[in-house]
């Protein structure tokens, strides 16, 4: 079946530091990922959607230049959480629309592991 | 009102029991998915479905699109099956909502 595999599982950063969180489809061709921040004992919340090729759309209060998102192949997307403050910690995933006819899924979608963050 | 609601909002099971966790929405979709988080926070896509029932292993998740309606069985449940499962709807354009989950603990 389609995987996606996102990495790092967990990291822990340093306030003022930035944080590179990578999503990868391994076995389709992904055009839109979304990525999603998961507080605690809370519902998924997206943040924005990412086209390969184009500016990312970001969910009304998110901020864009805080959640850098570059989409540069139909296979990787990556979010960039940049000057990270304790307040950044969470559960950030992904998830990746298969591009139509590419792959098993039958234009399907597909969540990554997700990746949890803490910034001391 | 949230668009996606989920009960019960918290289970506990004995082992081998047979469990039902319901989903229930107010839009309209093209897709729903049952998800499976763990304590760690990873999530594992269990169905996407778009009508009827589909089936993997102990795990059966059946759809209602006239009564907008979802339900995930569980049967012979068992203590690894003890995680959050998400219920997330797609809307035609694309925007996913969630569910808040689920929490199930099976008990040996």
């Known amino acids: 079946g389609a995987v996606v595999s996102q990495h790092p599982s967990r990291v822990i950063c340093k306030s003022g530091t930035s944080v590179k969180i990578e999503c990868r489809s391994l076995?389709?061709?992904?055009?839109?990922m979304f990525w999603y921040r998961q507080f605690p004992k809370q519902s998924l919340m997206l943040m924005a959607t990412?086209?390969?090729?184009?500016?990312?759309?970001?969910e009304q209060g998110v901020e864009k230049d805080k959640f850098l998102i570059n989409h540069a192949s139909l296979t990787l997307s990556t979010l960039t959480v940049t000057s990270a403050h304790p307040e950044d910690s969470s559960f950030y995933i992904c998830?990746?629309?298969?591009?139509?006819?590419?792959?098993?899924?039958?234009?399907?979608?597909?969540f990554g592991s997700g990746t949890r963050l803490t910034v001391v | 009102k949230n668009e996606v609601e989920q009960s019960p909002q918290n289970l506990t099971a004995q082992e081998g029991e047979f469990i039902t966790i319901n989903c229930s929405y107010s839009?309209?979709?093209?897709?729903l998915h049952w998800l499976q988080q763990h304590p760690g926070g990873g999530i594992v896509s269990l169905f996407m479905?778009?009508?009827g029932k589909k089936k993997h292993g102990r795990l059966i998740a059946t759809i209602n699109i006239q009564e907008k309606h979802s339900s995930l069985h569980i049967t012979a449940s068992h203590p690894r099956d003890s995680a959050v499962y998400i219920c997330?709807?797609?809307?035609?354009?694309?925007?996913?909502?969630f569910g808040t989950g689920t929490s199930l603990t099976v008990i040996p």
């Open positions: 998830s990746a629309r298969e591009t139509p006819g590419t792959g098993v899924l039958g234009y399907g979608y597909t």
């Open positions: 076995d389709f061709q992904a055009t839109t």
């Open positions: 990412s086209n390969e090729g184009s500016k990312a759309t970001y």
């Open positions: 839009v309209g979709i093209s897709a």
């Open positions: 479905l778009s009508s």
């Open positions: 997330a709807v797609r809307r035609i354009g694309n925007q996913f909502y």
